[in-house]
């Protein structure tokens, strides 16, 4: 059984930086893609930014939303089995409940969709003051 457990959320002011991270356990992080997407109040959730294995295994892609490029990063610590997304100059907007998405790498498939998933994480919370 695949589980997966964010942490590090929290109350920041805009400009702050804050690390999400994403623990995984019943399974390797290494091959798997791994996206984060966030869901605001009484918004729909979105898709923040994702990673995933290229062809031949040695290296990642990652692909971010406009909303987040040059502020948002996307790493991985393997044998830690941990996923983090390291978040900087925190806006009002990015306020919302932080999830962790995992699935094999499958080549072709579209990471920016909730639906190439199989695993999520139950979320955490975070808030940006202004």
């Known amino acids: 059984q695949v589980q997966?457990?964010?942490?590090?959320?929290?109350?920041?002011?805009a400009g702050g930086s804050?690390?999400?991270?994403?623990?995984?356990?019943?399974?390797?992080f290494s091959t798997a893609a791994v996206g984060w997407f966030r869901q605001a109040p009484g918004k729909e959730r979105e898709?923040?930014?994702?990673?995933?294995?290229?062809r031949g295994g040695s290296f990642y892609i990652a692909d971010?939303?406009?909303?987040?490029?040059?502020?948002?990063?996307?790493?991985?610590d393997n044998a830690k089995n941990t996923?983090?997304?390291?978040?900087?100059?925190l806006k009002p907007e990015g306020t919302a409940v932080y999830y962790c998405a995992a699935a094999d790498s499958k080549y072709g498939s579209n990471w920016r969709l909730e639906s190439s998933y199989e695993y999520w994480g139950q979320g955490t919370q975070?808030?940006?003051s202004s």
């Not at 898709?47 to 290229?54: A, L, N, S």
Request: glycine share 12%; net charge positive.
């Open 47 to 54: 898709f923040v930014i994702t990673q995933w294995r290229g």
């Open 18 to 28: 804050l690390r999400l991270s994403c623990a995984a356990s019943g399974r390797t």
């Open 4 to 13: 997966l457990v964010e942490s590090g959320g929290g109350l920041m002011q």
């Open 83 to 89: 996923v983090y997304l390291q978040m900087s100059n």
């Open 64 to 76: 971010y939303a406009d909303s987040v490029k040059g502020r948002f990063t996307i790493s991985r």
């Open 126 to 128: 975070v808030t940006v």
